[in-house]
Structures are given as structure tokens and as C-alpha cells.
């Protein structure tokens, strides 16, 4: 089928599955995550020939690893599913109600958006995940991965549409675009009419591309240039362990630290200990000049550092005066991801809460902390950084819009 008939089938199927009971929607997340499991074997295999390609094309190795399924990866899949569907249905929420002075009862309640487009690189997790979260929303799911995913996403694919059916929901409810062409994408952002709402997730590039040139409204996914910033009265130990989970827990997630700012008053005492734990464990520091003075292995910072989401075990490291300068500096370079602060000052704390523009901002915890699962939403289909209906990890109730239902007893106006 070609796009567009694809779009126009997950329209029909989400008629149905707006409807669709809780108990309904639970079982088939239930079914779909004890499938994924039983397809391990077959998923892993389809996984192996995209790795196999990934390597031949030169892909980084933190592509690769964002590529990569194991055994466990998909058994978190499974769990997310099954997080899901324990959650709340968002469905017929009210958001708000009251009753008019006219005797009008107002309530204003959650629908679905209808058909959910996700155009994504990498990552064939995100496919369980988006699939998954539009379900419990009610919604319909176009998913467009990238080329290099390709055989994963359409073994994951063809296990969940498989346990979607089996459980009695239309089998179009999740559906996989042809990612070996470009056609599709485009075809996509087109389909204006047919589908909903289209979520980019990936890089700069890609999420530049959709919002620019799609006539899908779009929900905006960014990149993270995320910062920690150690102030003058950091707790040392709080921000030694802060800072390096937030780098090197995972390299290659948007929620990684890629700059660290240090308040010049306690620099020579944690740059030494920074420095020598991120090198340890292979990490290239990219410094400002007062930064390098304390190791020959700083590499010179530039501005492309200053503004770069590395993805890589690197970081860009440097000295600010006050908290001013360092909020002065992530309004320049930040992507509105998320921001931390470590200090033990109420006051410094409160001030870069209240000063600092970002999704999600960290108070003595790590950057990756960001996350649906994290904060307890259960599989999120992205991280927004725009401001408008989504911002930080979108969970069901971001997949969801409102329409008012207005009951009365003969009324007229």
C-alpha cells in the first residue's frame, strides 16, 4: 500500500479503537509484550542484519548502540507494554466541568488526536514504545523508522500486529512506512487530513525537516545539549556523582549531559577531581582556556562544542564566574532539553529553577532522569521541547486532545 492508503486505513481503524474499552486495550498491550518475548529469537536475528549493515555503512558507535537489541532491551520492551497497561486510561478524563448559571453542564474530556504519525531514527525500541502509548491512547499508528532499522522495526512490527489482532482490535491500529525510501516521509507529512499529528524524534536535522516542511501539525521533539552547572556551593561529592552518571550512564541518549559549567570559586578544587574521573573513563574533555590549565588532555573548546550534542564520550567543560553567566551561557547554547543544578543554596537553586528555559531542570540529580519510565508515565513517545499542549516526556495524557461535551434540558440561546 502506498502511504497515503495506509493513512487512510489507520483512520478506519481508529474509529474502532476509540471506542475500545480499558480492559480491551490492556489485553492487547498484555499480548503484544508476552509475544515480543516469545519472538525474542526472531526479533534479535532481524536486529543482527541491521547491526551488520550499520557496520558496514560506517555508522558511529553510539548509532549502533542507539541500533542495538539484546535479549534484555527487548524485555524491556515487553515491560513497557506491560507498565502501560497498568496505567490509567486517559480516555473520557474530564478535564474540567462545571455547571452554568444557566443550568448547562460543562465538562470538557479527554479523546484521542485520532491517527499518530512518528517519523524516528533508530532505536527499534521507540517502535514497541510508540505503538504501545498510541494504543492506550486510542489512537492509530503510522511508523516511520529509519532505513537502518529497518528489518527490526518490521519483525517488531509484524509481532505486534500479529497480537493486535489476536486480541480483537483492528490489526491497523500500528502500522510500518517503507523506510527505504524517502518518498514516504514525505508522503507523510502531506497527509494532512489523514493524519493527526506527526512526532519527529532524532536529530537536529531530521526534527528541522518535519517542522519546516510538514502540513501535519507537528509536537516537537528536540535534541539535548543538556548542561550541569556546579555552583559555588555544591556539595563536591554530590556534584562528582552527578555529573559523571549524567555523562557515562549512556552516551547516546538526548537526556546525556554534554556541557558541564563550574563556578570559578570552587574550580580549583573540583576541576582536578572532575577532570581525572570523566578521563578515567575515556571521556574527551573540550575546555575553555581555564579548564585546560588543569590538564594537558583538554582539548580546546570551541564554539561548535559549546552548541554540540556529542552522543559520544565527550563533553564540553568550562569555568563561569556566577550563576548569571552560567544561565547566560545555556540560554545561548541550550536546546531547552533539560538543565541541572548541584548546590546546597536554597536561594542559587530557586534563582536557576526560575531562570533557566527548559523542559525539565534537575535539582542535585542526574540529566538522566528525564524519562517517562522515570518519572513514572510508563513508555513515553518522546521528550518535547516546545511549549505548546507538550513539554518534557509526553505520556498518554500528551497523546491525547480535549473536546467539550455541553448537556442540557431544552436549552436555547
Known amino acids: 500500500m502506498s502511504v497515503l492508503e495506509q493513512a487512510a486505513a489507520a483512520r478506519v481503524a481508529a474509529i474502532d479503537?476509540?471506542?475500545?474499552?480499558?480492559?480491551?486495550?490492556?489485553?492487547?498491550?498484555?499480548?503484544?509484550?508476552?509475544r515480543l518475548v516469545e519472538r525474542t529469537d526472531d526479533i534479535v536475528h532481524a536486529n543482527g542484519v541491521d547491526i551488520t549493515n550499520a557496520r558496514a555503512n560506517g555508522l558511529s558507535e553510539?548509532?549502533?548502540?542507539?541500533?542495538?537489541?539484546?535479549?534484555?532491551?527487548?524485555?524491556?520492551?515487553?515491560?513497557?507494554?506491560?507498565?502501560?497497561?497498568?496505567?490509567?486510561d486517559p480516555i473520557g478524563d474530564v478535564v474540567r466541568g462545571s455547571t452554568l448559571a444557566?443550568?448547562?453542564?460543562?465538562?470538557?474530556?479527554r479523546v484521542p488526536f485520532g491517527v499518530v504519525g512518528m517519523i524516528y531514527e533508530g532505536r527499534p525500541n521507540v517502535t514497541a514504545d510508540a505503538a504501545g502509548i498510541c494504543l492506550k491512547s486510542g489512537n492509530a499508528a503510522l511508523?516511520?523508522?529509519?532505513?537502518?532499522?529497518?528489518?527490526?522495526?518490521?519483525a517488531i512490527v509484524a509481532v505486534l500486529r500479529k497480537a493486535v489482532a489476536d486480541a480483537g482490535l483492528p490489526v491497523n491500529t500500528v502500522q510500518l512506512l517503507d523506510a527505504t525510501t524517502r518518498d514516504s516521509v514525505k508522503e507523510l507529512m502531506r497527509a494532512r487530513g489523514l493524519v493527526d499529528v506527526l512526532i519527529p524524534r532524532g536529530g537536529a536535522s531530521l526534527i528541522k525537516t518535519v517542522v519546516e516542511e510538514s502540513t501535519v501539525?507537528?509536537?516537537?521533539?528536540?535534541v539535548g545539549n543538556c548542561h550541569v552547572y556546579v555552583d559555588s556551593a555544591a556539595d563536591l561529592e554530590k556534584a562528582l556523582a552527578v555529573t559523571v552518571n549524567s555523562k557515562t550512564q549512556r552516551y547516546s541518549t538526548c537526556n546525556t549531559a554534554e556541557s558541564l559549567l563550574v563556578h570559578a570559586a570552587i574550580a580549583d578544587t573540583f576541576l582536578p577531581l572532575v577532570l581525572e574521573e570523566l578521563q578515567s573513563r575515556g571521556v574527551t574533555v573540550h575546555g575553555?582556556?581555564?579548564?585546560?590549565?588543569?590538564?594537558?588532555?583538554?582539548v580546546a573548546a570551541t564554539d561548535d562544542d559549546w552548541g554540540t550534542e556529542y552522543l559520544s564520550p565527550d563533553i564540553a567543560v568550562a569555568v563561569v564566574d556566577s550563576l548569571d553567566d552560567a544561565l547566560d551561557h545555556i540560554r545561548q547554547w541550550g536546546t531547552g532539553h533539560t538543565e541541572a543544578i548541584v548546590s546546597e543554596s536554597t536561594t542559587a537553586t530557586r534563582r536557576f529553577v526560575a531562570g533557566v528555559d527548559a523542559a525539565a531542570v534537575?535539582?542535585?540529580?542526574?540529566?538522566?532522569?528525564?524519562?517517562?519510565?522515570?518519572?513514572?508515565?510508563?513508555?513515553?513517545?518522546?521528550?518535547?521541547?516546545?511549549?505548546?499542549?507538550?513539554?518534557?516526556?509526553?505520556?498518554?495524557?500528551?497523546?491525547?486532545?480535549?473536546?467539550?461535551?455541553?448537556?442540557?434540558?431544552?436549552?436555547?440561546?
Open 62 to 88: 553510539a548509532m549502533i548502540d542507539r541500533l542495538t537489541l539484546t535479549p534484555e532491551r527487548v524485555a524491556a520492551m515487553a515491560d513497557g507494554l506491560r507498565q502501560l497497561a497498568v496505567l490509567p
Open 288 to 298: 575553555d582556556a581555564r579548564v585546560a590549565g588543569f590538564s594537558d588532555a583538554v
Open 17 to 34: 479503537l476509540a471506542r475500545a474499552t480499558r480492559a480491551e486495550k490492556d489485553a492487547a498491550l498484555l499480548l503484544m509484550a508476552d
Open 143 to 154: 511508523l516511520r523508522g529509519s532505513g537502518s532499522a529497518f528489518a527490526s522495526n518490521a
Open 217 to 222: 501539525p507537528v509536537i516537537e521533539t528536540g
Open 102 to 109: 444557566n443550568g448547562l453542564e460543562l465538562r470538557q474530556i
Open 362 to 413: 534537575m535539582v542535585n540529580a542526574s540529566t538522566r532522569f528525564t524519562d517517562g519510565g522515570e518519572f513514572g508515565f510508563g513508555a513515553e513517545i518522546g521528550i518535547s521541547t516546545q511549549k505548546l499542549h507538550a513539554r518534557g516526556p509526553m505520556g498518554l495524557p500528551e497523546l491525547t486532545s480535549t473536546k467539550y461535551v455541553v448537556t442540557g434540558n431544552g436549552h436555547t440561546r
